[in-house]
Protein backbone atom coordinates (compact mmCIF):
# COMPACT_ATOMS: atom_id res chain seq x y z
CA UNK A 1 0.00 0.00 0.00
CA UNK A 2 2.58 2.23 0.72
CA UNK A 3 4.77 1.53 -2.20
CA UNK A 4 1.18 2.76 -4.50
CA UNK A 5 0.68 5.91 -2.67
CA UNK A 6 4.69 7.33 -3.18
CA UNK A 7 3.62 5.80 -6.97
CA UNK A 8 0.12 7.83 -6.79
CA UNK A 9 1.78 10.87 -5.17
CA UNK A 10 4.93 10.89 -7.94
CA UNK A 11 2.15 11.05 -10.47
CA UNK A 12 0.48 14.06 -9.11
CA UNK A 13 3.98 15.42 -8.97
CA UNK A 14 4.43 15.32 -12.32
CA UNK A 15 1.06 16.32 -13.24
CA UNK A 16 2.44 19.38 -11.65
CA UNK A 17 5.52 19.71 -13.10
CA UNK A 18 7.95 18.81 -9.98
CA UNK A 19 9.87 16.29 -11.49
CA UNK A 20 12.33 15.80 -8.65
CA UNK A 21 9.96 15.18 -6.16
CA UNK A 22 8.04 12.90 -8.48
CA UNK A 23 11.56 10.37 -8.58
CA UNK A 24 11.47 10.56 -5.11
CA UNK A 25 8.50 9.08 -4.49
CA UNK A 26 9.01 6.37 -7.84
CA UNK A 27 12.28 5.58 -5.79
CA UNK A 28 10.89 5.38 -2.62
CA UNK A 29 7.66 2.71 -4.36
CA UNK A 30 10.83 0.98 -6.00
CA UNK A 31 12.63 0.56 -2.56
CA UNK A 32 9.81 -1.09 -0.88
CA UNK A 33 8.67 -2.72 -3.85
CA UNK A 34 11.41 -3.86 -6.67
CA UNK A 35 9.03 -5.47 -8.89
CA UNK A 36 6.53 -2.94 -9.47
CA UNK A 37 6.66 -1.88 -13.07
CA UNK A 38 4.05 0.64 -12.81
CA UNK A 39 6.29 2.99 -10.95
CA UNK A 40 9.29 1.71 -12.89
CA UNK A 41 7.16 3.15 -15.75
CA UNK A 42 6.12 6.43 -14.66
CA UNK A 43 9.71 6.92 -13.36
CA UNK A 44 10.64 6.14 -16.91
CA UNK A 45 8.07 9.54 -17.92
CA UNK A 46 9.38 12.07 -15.14
CA UNK A 47 13.21 11.32 -16.49
CA UNK A 48 12.10 11.27 -19.92
CA UNK A 49 10.34 14.65 -19.18
CA UNK A 50 13.76 15.96 -17.60
CA UNK A 51 15.45 14.92 -20.66
CA UNK A 52 17.65 12.15 -18.99
CA UNK A 53 16.52 9.70 -22.30
CA UNK A 54 19.20 7.09 -21.25
CA UNK A 55 17.24 5.91 -18.14
CA UNK A 56 13.99 6.79 -18.93
CA UNK A 57 14.93 4.13 -21.76
CA UNK A 58 16.28 2.09 -19.03
CA UNK A 59 12.88 2.43 -16.59
CA UNK A 60 11.03 1.75 -19.10
CA UNK A 61 12.94 -1.72 -20.49
CA UNK A 62 12.27 -3.01 -17.09
CA UNK A 63 8.92 -2.27 -16.82
CA UNK A 64 8.49 -3.74 -20.36
CA UNK A 65 10.34 -6.57 -18.72
CA UNK A 66 8.14 -7.60 -15.64
CA UNK A 67 4.65 -6.46 -18.10
CA UNK A 68 5.73 -7.59 -21.77
CA UNK A 69 2.43 -6.77 -22.81
CA UNK A 70 1.73 -2.94 -21.64
CA UNK A 71 1.60 -1.26 -25.03
CA UNK A 72 1.77 2.33 -23.18
CA UNK A 73 5.64 1.61 -21.80
CA UNK A 74 6.82 0.32 -25.80
CA UNK A 75 5.22 3.50 -26.63
CA UNK A 76 7.05 5.39 -23.98
CA UNK A 77 10.63 4.42 -24.57
CA UNK A 78 10.23 4.53 -28.31
CA UNK A 79 9.23 8.45 -27.42
CA UNK A 80 12.36 8.08 -25.63
CA UNK A 81 14.48 6.28 -28.40
CA UNK A 82 12.72 9.30 -30.65
CA UNK A 83 14.77 11.98 -28.41
CA UNK A 84 17.96 10.50 -29.27
CA UNK A 85 17.85 10.34 -32.20
CA UNK A 86 17.28 6.29 -31.83
CA UNK A 87 14.80 6.28 -35.11
CA UNK A 88 15.42 2.54 -35.51
CA UNK A 89 14.60 1.56 -32.27
CA UNK A 90 11.75 3.69 -31.97
CA UNK A 91 10.25 2.07 -34.93
CA UNK A 92 10.94 -0.94 -33.51
CA UNK A 93 9.11 0.05 -30.38
CA UNK A 94 6.32 2.04 -31.97
CA UNK A 95 5.34 -1.10 -33.79
CA UNK A 96 5.24 -3.32 -30.65
CA UNK A 97 2.70 -0.91 -29.19
CA UNK A 98 0.71 -0.98 -32.00
CA UNK A 99 0.67 -4.47 -32.35
CA UNK A 100 -0.19 -4.90 -28.37
CA UNK A 101 -2.95 -2.14 -28.59
CA UNK A 102 -4.04 -1.60 -31.93
CA UNK A 103 -6.54 1.76 -30.89
CA UNK A 104 -3.38 3.69 -28.86
CA UNK A 105 -3.70 6.54 -30.68
CA UNK A 106 -0.93 8.67 -29.07
CA UNK A 107 1.39 6.16 -30.61
CA UNK A 108 -0.30 6.62 -34.05
CA UNK A 109 0.51 10.12 -34.04
CA UNK A 110 3.67 10.18 -32.38
CA UNK A 111 4.70 7.61 -34.95
CA UNK A 112 3.69 9.58 -37.85
CA UNK A 113 5.32 12.64 -36.67
CA UNK A 114 8.48 10.24 -36.28
CA UNK A 115 7.98 9.60 -39.87
CA UNK A 116 7.57 13.11 -41.05
CA UNK A 117 10.96 14.36 -39.40
CA UNK A 118 12.26 11.08 -41.22
CA UNK A 119 11.41 11.58 -44.30
CA UNK A 120 8.57 8.87 -44.90
CA UNK A 121 5.73 11.27 -46.04
CA UNK A 122 3.52 8.27 -47.44
CA UNK A 123 3.86 5.91 -44.10
CA UNK A 124 3.33 9.21 -41.82
CA UNK A 125 0.28 10.72 -43.46
CA UNK A 126 -1.29 6.70 -42.97
CA UNK A 127 -0.08 7.12 -39.05
CA UNK A 128 -1.80 10.10 -39.02
CA UNK A 129 -5.04 8.89 -40.74
CA UNK A 130 -5.25 6.57 -38.03
CA UNK A 131 -4.61 8.38 -35.64
CA UNK A 132 -7.20 11.04 -37.03
CA UNK A 133 -10.15 8.16 -37.59
CA UNK A 134 -9.12 7.26 -33.21
CA UNK A 135 -10.12 10.80 -32.34
CA UNK A 136 -10.33 13.96 -34.80
CA UNK A 137 -10.27 16.73 -32.25
CA UNK A 138 -6.80 16.83 -31.78
CA UNK A 139 -5.15 19.75 -33.54
CA UNK A 140 -1.74 18.20 -33.07
CA UNK A 141 -2.51 15.00 -35.52
CA UNK A 142 -4.00 17.65 -38.34
CA UNK A 143 -0.93 19.84 -38.44
CA UNK A 144 1.44 17.22 -38.52
CA UNK A 145 -0.29 16.00 -41.27
CA UNK A 146 -0.60 19.04 -42.74
CA UNK A 147 3.40 19.19 -42.61
CA UNK A 148 3.69 15.96 -44.43
CA UNK A 149 1.25 16.93 -47.11
CA UNK A 150 3.47 20.28 -46.96
CA UNK A 151 6.83 18.78 -47.49
CA UNK A 152 5.11 16.52 -50.54
CA UNK A 153 4.42 20.07 -52.23
CA UNK A 154 0.21 18.87 -51.53
CA UNK A 155 -0.50 22.37 -50.94
CA UNK A 156 -4.09 22.54 -50.84
CA UNK A 157 -4.61 19.67 -48.38
CA UNK A 158 -1.84 20.74 -46.56
CA UNK A 159 -3.74 23.98 -45.91
CA UNK A 160 -6.99 22.22 -45.39
CA UNK A 161 -5.17 20.03 -42.66
CA UNK A 162 -3.62 23.72 -41.47
CA UNK A 163 -7.04 24.86 -41.39
CA UNK A 164 -8.73 21.92 -39.67
CA UNK A 165 -6.25 22.64 -36.91
CA UNK A 166 -6.85 25.82 -36.64
CA UNK A 167 -9.99 25.26 -35.96
CA UNK A 168 -9.48 23.25 -32.98
CA UNK A 169 -6.76 25.22 -31.47
CA UNK A 170 -6.93 28.86 -33.08
CA UNK A 171 -3.57 29.61 -31.77
CA UNK A 172 -1.31 26.87 -32.78
CA UNK A 173 1.98 28.52 -34.65
CA UNK A 174 3.08 25.81 -36.49
CA UNK A 175 -0.28 25.86 -38.34
CA UNK A 176 -0.83 29.13 -39.03
CA UNK A 177 2.95 29.33 -40.20
CA UNK A 178 2.79 26.17 -41.98
CA UNK A 179 -0.39 27.65 -43.93
CA UNK A 180 1.72 30.73 -44.62
CA UNK A 181 4.56 28.80 -46.18
CA UNK A 182 1.83 26.80 -48.33
CA UNK A 183 -0.16 29.58 -49.38
CA UNK A 184 3.16 31.82 -50.84
CA UNK A 185 4.34 28.81 -52.60
CA UNK A 186 0.80 29.16 -54.00
CA UNK A 187 1.52 32.55 -55.05
CA UNK A 188 -1.04 33.63 -52.64
CA UNK A 189 1.17 36.59 -51.25
CA UNK A 190 -1.11 38.65 -49.07
CA UNK A 191 -2.49 35.73 -47.13
CA UNK A 192 0.42 34.20 -46.70
CA UNK A 193 2.47 36.96 -45.58
CA UNK A 194 0.17 37.90 -43.14
CA UNK A 195 0.50 34.20 -41.55
Known amino acids: SLAIAHNNR ?3 YVRKGQLDLALGDYDHALAL ?9 NRGVAHRKKGDFARAVMDFGDA ?3 TPQDAEAFANRA ?20 RLQPALRAAWHARCWMRVVAGELQSAIADCNEALRLD ?3 AAQFDSR ?11 AA ?4 DAALLIE ?4 TSIYGRGIARLRKGETSSGKTD
Not at 33 to 38: E, F, I
Not at 159 to 162: C, E
Not at 170 to 173: D, G, I, Q, Y
Open 79 to 98: EAFYSQSNYQEAERDYREAL
Open 64 to 66: IRL
Open 170 to 173: PKLA
Open 33 to 41: HPLYAKAMK
Open 146 to 156: GIAYLKQGRLD
Open 159 to 162: IADF
Open 10 to 12: GNA
Open 136 to 138: PNI
